[in-house]
């Protein structure tokens, strides 16, 4: 069986409220819940949240809420994987063990169900594997310049400055959307790491309004189309 997680917890400070906030008519959480639902993959969709009014607002489009996640780990330090590892234990103790788990973002409103179905079928080729959503880096991460305190650049590799754009290797960053583990791979070790690599139309990181503006205005472009 298979069962997403979905972290949201309710003290985020550079955007009050930020999982539940209104993105383009509805709960920016919502459309990570409606994507995991229409992926068809998943036994459970779970919010781990310790805010009531999260736990509310997810269950109403469609997540299930069966505990409340503890404070220690709802501070600005827990990671991503002690809160997926917490939920995936909760839910063998009280239900099923489940063999896959995938954790999704509340924050990714341009996420789309087909990648997600992507990454659990690149998952069934590897036994401790961790499969997760990444994009291309929009300029060579070679030509990368650092700058002092008195803005004067240097090349972080000066080696690669004279090569031409094209002949240097693709490089890729998280997306920040979705990760596939094995129950074993979550509970005991990585053996092997893919990646699903999305357009980078499709990406958008929000941490600031300036982000979330930027999403609304993609979101906007890609719903015309």
């Known amino acids: 069986m298979n069962i997403a997680v979905i972290p949201a917890r309710g003290g985020s400070k550079r955007i009050p409220k930020k999982n539940i906030k209104d993105f383009l008519g509805k709960p920016i959480i919502a459309y990570s819940i409606e994507a995991a639902i229409k992926s068809k993959l998943f036994d459970a969709v779970i ?8 736990a509310v607002v997810a269950k109403s ?38 063999e896959n788990v995938c954790c999704i ?14 990454g659990f079928e690149k998952l069934n080729n590897i036994e401790q594997g961790l499969v997760y959503s990444v994009a291309t880096f929009a300029f060579p991460i070679q030509r990368a310049q650092r700058m002092d305190k008195l803005g004067n650049l240097s090349a ?39 990646g699903i690599i999305l357009p980078r139309y499709l990406v958008q990181d929000i941490d600031t309004l300036e982000d979330w503006k930027n999403a609304e205005l993609m979101y906007q472009v890609l719903r015309q189309q």
């Open 47 to 54: 919010v781990s949240t310790d805010d009531k009014e999260i």
């Open 105 to 118: 973002y509340a924050t990714a409103p341009l996420i789309q169900s087909q990648y997600i179905r992507d």
């Open 156 to 194: 972080f590799y000066p080696e690669f400055m004279p090569c031409r754009s094209q002949d240097l290797e693709e490089a890729y960053h998280d997306a920040g959307q979705f990760y596939w583990w094995t129950e074993k791979s979550l509970t005991q070790s990585v053996n092997e790491v893919r």
């Open 61 to 98: 489009y469609g997540a299930s809420v069966p505990f409340l996640r503890p404070e220690n780990l709802s501070d600005d330090f827990t990671g991503t994987t002690p809160v997926v590892q917490h939920a995936v234990n909760w839910y063998s103790e009280h239900l099923t063990k489940p």
